[in-house]
């Protein structure tokens, strides 16, 4: 079974700056999704990136990137610039590229604080 | 705007009553939909795959005749909890894949949370 490792329960970061939060996952397929959810307080899961695991090159959009290693099974996340509205439960998820709609398998998620 | 709703967003019941939910998916007509379950504090627990025209699919340890999934249209999945208990007292979200060209995103209703007393 794929599961999804998240090591880190909480981080803080301050405005404007820089933060990057973990995903490992194990896996014995090699065409598989990655993705990260954002969780705000109203607990509406917002998608913030995907990966394709055949894509080398790593995904960004605007201020959020990944690093993503696929033979060390990393998933990395890199926020910059921060904003306070960046502040959430951010949840990193695994799907299986079967060709149809797939179940996603999470990690336990990190909270993101956002100071100033 | 929304592209999956859920109704209600909250609902309160007695212990032993059965309470329905509702997942609605807006623009994309959706032949399979998953149901996941939060508890406070905890990751998203996927709990079952709704199919249209099928029975669901059960993760293990989930019990079927407890969670009745009825998936009615390609833009309509229901959520029954029979003889809730407080246990059951949790958030429930669905979520919805459009297909392609969307590849495997998946779009989540906004949730339901359901107390039991």
């Known amino acids: 079974a794929q599961t999804v490792t998240q090591s880190q329960p909480e981080m803080s970061v301050q405005e404007a700056e820089t933060v990057t939060l973990s995903c490992t996952y194990d896996t014995s397929e090699s065409d598989y999704y990655l993705f990260w959810y954002k969780q705000p307080p109203s607990r509406q899961m917002i998608l913030v990136i995907r990966?394709?695991?055949?894509?080398?090159q790593n995904a960004t959009e605007n201020r959020f990137s990944v690093n993503f290693q696929k033979a060390a099974k990393s998933f990395s996340l890199k926020i910059s610039d921060s904003q306070l509205g960046d502040a959430a439960m951010y949840f990193c998820?695994?799907?299986?590229?079967?060709?149809?709609?797939?179940?996603?398998?999470f990690g336990t998620g990190t909270r993101l604080q956002v100071t100033l | 705007g929304a592209v999956v709703s859920q109704h209600p967003s909250r609902v309160i019941c007695k212990s032993g009553t059965s309470v329905k939910i509702e997942c609605r998916s807006l623009d994309f007509q959706a032949t399979t939909m998953f149901w996941y379950r939060q508890f406070p504090k905890q990751s998203l627990m996927l709990m079952a795959t709704?199919?249209?025209?099928?029975?669901?699919?059960?993760e293990q340890g989930v019990e079927k005749d407890k969670f009745l999934i009825n998936h009615a249209s390609l833009t309509l999945s229901t959520l029954t909890v029979t003889s809730a208990h407080p246990e059951d007292s949790s958030f429930y979200i669905c979520?919805?894949?459009?297909?392609?060209?969307?590849?495997?995103?998946?779009?989540f209703g906004p949730g339901t949370r359901l107390l039991v007393l």
């Open positions: 979520s919805v894949p459009p297909g392609t060209p969307f590849g495997e995103t998946q779009y």
């Open positions: 709704s199919n249209e025209g099928s029975k669901a699919t059960y």
């Open positions: 998820a695994y799907s299986l590229n079967t060709g149809t709609a797939s179940k996603l398998t």
């Open positions: 990966q394709e695991a055949y894509k080398q």
